[in-house]
C-alpha cells in the first residue's frame, strides 16, 4: 500500500504569505496527486487535481507542483478565507489521504 | 449541477449492520467510478470502497474487506455501502465521492456504540 506523509500538520501565517504544504508518497504516484481544502463542518473541496491542474472556480492563487514521489501546493498570496484544513490524496493506486495541514492566520 | 446525497447514518451497536445510500444526480453515473470514503471525528480521511462503472469490480483496504461491500444501481443512479460486523472504530462521517474526487456528497455520519 502507499503511505502519503504530509507536512507540517500545523501552520500559522500572516495574510499575504507565500504558504507551501508538501506530500511525500512511500513510492512514484505518476503525478495522480490532488489537494483539497476541507473548513469546518463541509466535505472537501478539490483545488488542484494530477499535481498541477487547477480545478474550476479555484483561485489561481493556488497551484500544484511535483513528481515522483514529491508533491507540493503552494498559497501564492495568503487570503482570510483560506484558513482551513489542507489534505492530499494519492489515485495512482487505490487512495491514500495525506494527514492534513491546518492553516491559521498568524 | 452535480449533486449526491448521502443518507442511512445514525446510531448503531456494535457487531450490528447499517447500510448506507448516496443519490446521484446532475451527471451520467453509470460512466463513472463510484468510492466512499470516511473521516473519524476529528480525523483524517480514509477511503472505503471504490466500484467500477458496471458493479463488476470493487476495491476495499484491509480496514473493511469482508465486512463492508460497495454496490451500485445504475437505473437509480445510486450508490450504496452495506456495512456489517460494525466496530467502534468505524464511526465516522462517510461521504460519496465520484472517481477521482472532483465530487463528495455532505456526508453522513455513523456512530457505532452500544
Known amino acids: 500500500d502507499i503511505q502519503m506523509t504530509q507536512s507540517p500538520s500545523f501552520l500559522s501565517a500572516t495574510v499575504g504569505d507565500r504558504v507551501t504544504i508538501n506530500c511525500k508518497a512511500s513510492q512514484n504516484i505518476n503525478k495522480y496527486l490532488n489537494w483539497y481544502q476541507q473548513k469546518l463542518g463541509e466535505a472537501p473541496k478539490r483545488l488542484i487535481y494530477n499535481t498541477n491542474s487547477l480545478q474550476t472556480g479555484i483561485p489561481s492563487r493556488f497551484s500544484g507542483s511535483g513528481s515522483g514521489t514529491d508533491y507540493t501546493l503552494t498559497i501564492s498570496s495568503l487570503q482570510p478565507e483560506d484558513v482551513a484544513t489542507y489534505f492530499c490524496l494519492q489515485h495512482n493506486s487505490g487512495y491514500t489521504f495525506g494527514a492534513g495541514t491546518k492553516l491559521e492566520l498568524k | 449541477e452535480v449533486q449526491l446525497v448521502e443518507s442511512g447514518g445514525g446510531l448503531v451497536q456494535p457487531g450490528r449492520s447499517l447500510k448506507l445510500s448516496c443519490a446521484a444526480s446532475?451527471?451520467?453515473?453509470?460512466?463513472?467510478?463510484m468510492a466512499w470514503v470516511r473521516q473519524a471525528p476529528k480525523k483524517g480521511l480514509e477511503w472505503v470502497a471504490t466500484?467500477?462503472?458496471?458493479?463488476?469490480?470493487?476495491y476495499y483496504p484491509d480496514s473493511v474487506k469482508g465486512r463492508f461491500t460497495i454496490s451500485r444501481d445504475n437505473a437509480k443512479s445510486s450508490l450504496y455501502l452495506q456495512m456489517n460486523s460494525l466496530k467502534s472504530e468505524d464511526t465516522a462521517t462517510y461521504y460519496c465521492a465520484r472517481h477521482g474526487g472532483d465530487y463528495w456528497g455532505q456526508g453522513v455520519m455513523v456512530t457505532v456504540s452500544s
Open positions: 446532475g451527471f451520467t453515473f453509470s460512466n463513472y467510478y
Open positions: 466500484i467500477s462503472t458496471s458493479g463488476s469490480r470493487t
